[in-house]
């Protein structure tokens, strides 16, 4: 009889691992970071290949939790976008200072 997987044991959030933020059980793999790829453009297979000690049963877990949740894991990814822009503008305005 073939093994039954409770897809809810596929992704866990600890304070401690990936700044709290939701993640593939097991490994240090956010959900955010299977998202960002994806929406890159690459499918289940490719991040596959890409981090190869996932299986597809974990990226499509991560996908699932993504597209349930589309709107508040995009507004997330933007804010931190717009962040890193901030402090990179911050940062080279003040190497021309110095």
Same mark, same amino acid.
């Given at each position: ?5 409770? $897809?809810? +044991?596929?992704?866990?959030?600890? &304070? ?7 993640? *593939? !059980?097991? +490994? ?6 299977? !998202? ?7 499918? &289940?297979?490719?991040? @596959? +290949?890409? $981090? &190869? ?7 499509? @877990? ?8 589309? %709107?508040?894991? %995009?507004?997330? *990814?933007?804010?931190? @976008?717009?962040?890193? %822009? ?6 080279? !305005? ?5």
């Amino acid at each position: 009889m073939a093994t039954v997987t409770d $897809i809810g +044991t596929l992704l866990t959030q600890s &304070p401690g691992i990936c700044g709290g933020r939701l993640r *593939i !059980a097991g +490994t240090g793999v956010s959900v955010r970071r299977i !998202a960002i790829w994806y929406k890159l453009g690459h499918t &289940p297979e490719e991040i @596959a +290949t890409q $981090i &190869p000690h996932l299986t597809l049963a974990q990226i499509h @877990a991560a996908l699932t939790y993504y597209h349930a949740n589309r %709107d508040a894991m %995009d507004a997330e *990814i933007a804010a931190e @976008a717009a962040e890193a %822009d901030r402090l990179e503008r911050e940062h080279i !305005a003040a190497s021309k200072k110095a």
